[in-house]
């Protein structure tokens, strides 16, 4: 029996090398997420690509069933994103325009009708004019120093610099989206050949498969509860009286891909426009409320119920997620968090090692599904 105790420290070296596994996977972490910074120009319409070619592959392989060859499928896809991009923004470039435009005098009229809320406001804003003339002159009648502006370009010459960039992007991504499409499951066969052991073939491919089937069930279920919740807003705000309801339509269907921030953002927007089209701010206030409310009937009741327990998430997991993407990746990187960590959630679903991870993802009272094969061999064990 005392040849079977441990000896004193005999366990320092296992500990040691697990504690420099996880060193390896930090700074692995750490170099990816470098990487994807620091080449976002390269990633961002590679990786947006990927996710549509998953939206789109079911539909890929239904229509190949029927005989329809994968490149016709490709190409139809393609146009039809590209003729709804243009027509898109063609429909809305006249409203943007012009409030691109009268940016300046919105942002003084808000101004001026938001000081009317609290006498506070008006004695904080004078009390800085003060200290601020104190600061410039002394309050004498001395020279007062000359003061340097600085002439920023406006939102609309932003644009059109970085319009040949956006454009670049755009063919990149559809291109890319079109060898992909038409290619079929070329990259699902390479997988099968390139995976030695029968086992991790067919893990490999249901983690493929499971990966497509979520990514594409949750854009194709997003996209229609977004375009119907474009509608509402849409008439709701026609029949309040609001300026250019299609353009706050269109808003509330694509800012609503970005969790949390895109409603936020669309309340501002509502809010803002409307103090400046109504006259008083309980007017402004109500219809923004009305585009709250129904955002919010949307994100608390007809999403969870609609994406299914299998695609539920964590929610602080997700606000931390669209943060990071959303400073690395700007718009497009807030809209592919979700679809990032429903990846993730699926590999972890198969592979035991990372079964924490997918507790850790998934939503309240959701457990995580096993693969049938690890649940087999623990039977066994």
């Known amino acids: 029996m005392a040849a079977d105790v441990p000896a004193p420290g005999s366990d320092r070296p296992q500990r040691r090398k697990r504690g420099q596994h996880w060193a390896v996977i930090g700074l692995f972490i750490i170099a990816a997420a470098a990487t994807l910074v620091l080449a976002r120009s390269f990633f961002m319409p590679v990786i947006l690509a990927f996710l549509l070619s998953l939206v789109f592959s079911p539909i890929r392989r239904f229509l190949a069933r029927k005989g329809v060859p994968p490149g016709i499928t490709a190409a139809v896809v393609v146009i039809g994103l590209l003729v ?112 030695p052991r029968f086992s991790d073939k067919r893990r490999a491919i249901e983690i493929a498969y499971d990966i497509e089937k979520k990514i594409s069930r949750y854009f194709l279920t997003i996209s229609v509860i977004n375009a119907g919740l474009g509608v509402a807003i849409g008439t709701a705000l026609y029949f309040l009286g609001m300026p250019n309801p299609v353009l706050f339509g269109v808003l509330a269907f694509a800012l609503n891909f970005v969790p949390y921030l895109g409603a936020l953002t669309g309340v501002a927007l509502t809010a803002v426009i409307g103090i400046v089209t109504f006259d008083t701010l309980a007017q402004a206030a109500f219809v923004a409320f009305v585009y709250f409310a ?88």
């Open 84 to 195: 709804a991009l243009v027509v898109g923004l063609l429909s809305l470039s006249a409203p943007v325009r012009e409030y691109a435009q009268d940016a300046p005098t919105i942002i003084r009229d808000v101004e001026r009708k938001m000081r009317v809320l609290s006498s506070a406001v008006e004695t904080v804003t004078e009390a800085s004019e003060e200290v601020e003339k104190l600061t410039e002159g002394g309050g004498g009648g001395g020279e007062q120093p000359e003061r340097v502006v600085v002439d920023r370009p406006g939102v609309l010459a932003q644009v059109a610099t970085s319009a040949p960039y956006m454009l670049a992007q755009t063919a990149l991504t559809l291109v890319l989206l079109f060898f992909l499409i038409s290619s079929g499951d070329m990259f699902y066969e390479k997988i099968v050949h390139a995976i």
């Open 294 to 381: 129904f955002t919010s009937l949307e994100g608390q009741f007809i999403t969870p119920y609609a994406v299914g327990r299998s695609l539920k998430l964590n929610p602080v997991v997700v606000f931390i997620a669209v943060a990071f993407w959303g400073w690395a990746w700007s718009v497009i990187g807030m809209v592919i968090a979700v679809p990032v960590l429903i990846t993730l959630r699926a590999f972890s679903e198969r592979i035991p090692q990372m079964n924490g991870l997918g507790l850790f993802l998934a939503g309240r009272h959701v457990e995580v599904q096993h693969d049938e094969d690890d649940r087999g061999s623990s039977r066994a064990a």
